[in-house]
């Protein structure tokens, strides 16, 4: 494949994350090392590119590594508590001052509209203000926080009029209170609430690690915010960064938040390769579905029976006795939905290949379009993956052009294994497609 070959095919598959995202609300949070590391720079470039495709974006930044510069400049050691900065008088006026002088740094930053690079022609209007109201947290174990604080409101509506204006909103990790008094906030506090509060599409966490990690040091891919939540009752260790970021993950899921990723700050371009391909670089938190995806039994054969008749009758299916779908259902996985099968796919190793076959994809016509069909494949993917399958292919005459909107390529018979090339029919003529299955398991968007 060509590199003119390879741009077009990237750009035709990031179409519909192009279309689905315009006018919907992302909320990006990102701590003061981003900026004082000089990666705010390129990052102003995706954030440019997101505003242009009709994304209202939100950004909140963090200010702790410039903080602490002036707290040093004055002697003066940070005092954390499980974490948490203990804010005196003296720290709280230096948070106030790098917050304000990042916040600045930041405007110019997305004001940049030199000729010949990804920011020319741009014209980003960035707007900020006290649109977080916060409360102390008080004394907790016996230890007085002094000027930390909590969120305890976000004006919503007036973050909403700035972003119909066609604005960027810049929060500081700060807040207000009622009787005038200002407040340190932390970074994923302040973004977590206004992700809530907007009823945000994404909340995006720019992280120092890839995300969160399994019990292998592999980064996961895509969980949903039960699966979450386990893993950090679990007591499994997470970089630091996850450790603060997945809670927050899971409080915005329960609270509706759709999806929150959590991606590496030092992947050049982690941002788009999240957002506008399927495979992703980072870990995607889902808000959790009534659905349930699991392996068949027996006594789901009547209802896959049912699901998969009519479209057998219309040719879109292989037909598959009852008895030829009993002896087969450990290789049928299906998806329920309040209890009812609504959907069901199969997976058929070759040994000693590395290959298999999907097969037997589908769903019922009232769920068609709504992401289930993507799930199934998502599932089968990944059980492919463990199964050390580098290589799916399946048989299709009605369904290819879905397939190949998915990464299946299509290719002769000859590129079939010995031993299903047997067995095709050659009077039902299916076309064949093909796709390499990647270490990395794509996720929904």
């Known amino acids: 494949m060509t590199r003119s070959d390879s741009f077009v095919n990237w750009f035709r598959s990031a179409a519909p994350y192009i279309n689905a995202f315009q006018n919907r609300t992302f909320v990006i949070a990102f701590g003061g090392e981003v900026v004082a590391d000089g990666k705010f720079i390129a990052l102003t470039h995706d954030l440019n590119l997101l505003e242009s495709l009709g994304v209202r974006l939100v950004l909140v930044h963090g200010a702790r590594p410039q903080t602490e510069a002036r707290l040093s400049a004055r002697g003066v050691q940070p005092h954390y508590v499980n974490g948490t900065r203990v804010t005196d008088a003296l720290a709280l006026s230096c948070v106030i001052e790098a917050a304000a002088t990042l916040g600045f740094e930041i405007e110019a930053l997305l004001s940049m509209g030199v000729a010949n690079s990804p920011m020319a022609g741009s014209a980003i209007r960035v707007a900020s203000g006290n649109f977080v109201m916060a409360r102390p947290i008080g004394v907790v174990d016996g230890v007085d926080f002094q000027h930390t604080g909590l969120v305890r409101r976000v004006d919503a509506e007036g973050i909403r009029r700035r972003l119909d204006d066609e604005e960027i909103v810049l929060l500081p990790p700060l807040g207000y209170s009622p009787t005038g008094e200002i407040f340190n906030l932390t970074v994923e506090e302040v973004a977590t609430a206004t992700a809530i509060a907007l009823g945000a599409e994404k909340l995006i966490f720019l992280t120092d690690t890839p995300g969160v990690m399994n019990s292998r040091g592999q980064t996961i891919s895509e969980m949903t915010a039960q699966e979450a939540e386990a893993l950090l009752k679990s007591g499994q260790p997470q ?154 292919f399946l048989l299709s005459t009605r369904t290819g052009q879905w397939f190949a909107e998915r990464g299946f390529l299509e290719t002769t018979i000859e590129q079939l294994p010995q031993a299903k090339q047997a067995l095709y029919n050659f009077q039902r003529r299916s076309k064949v497609f093909v796709k390499q299955i990647p270490d990395i398991a794509p996720k929904a968007k």
């Open 239 to 392: 970089p630091e960064d996850v450790a603060y970021y997945l809670p927050c993950a899971v409080r915005a899921c329960r609270s509706h938040v759709p999806r929150v990723h959590l991606i590496s700050r030092h992947v050049d371009g982690a941002l788009l390769q999240e957002l506008f391909t399927r495979e992703g670089v980072g870990t995607m938190v889902m808000r959790d579905t009534h659905d349930v995806l699991r392996p068949a039994t027996l006594e789901d054969v009547p209802g896959i029976l049912a699901l998969i008749e009519p479209l057998e009758a219309d040719g879109v299916l292989v037909k598959r006795s009852r008895v030829l779908l009993e002896g087969e259902i450990d290789r049928f996985s299906v998806l329920l939905h309040e209890g009812r099968i609504i959907g069901c796919v199969a997976l058929y190793p070759f040994s000693g290949e590395e290959a298999g076959e999907l097969a037997c994809l589908a769903v019922t016509p009232e769920f068609r379009n709504l992401g289930r069909g993507d799930h199934l494949l998502r599932y089968v993917e990944q059980q492919a993956r463990d199964q050390g399958i580098r290589q799916l």
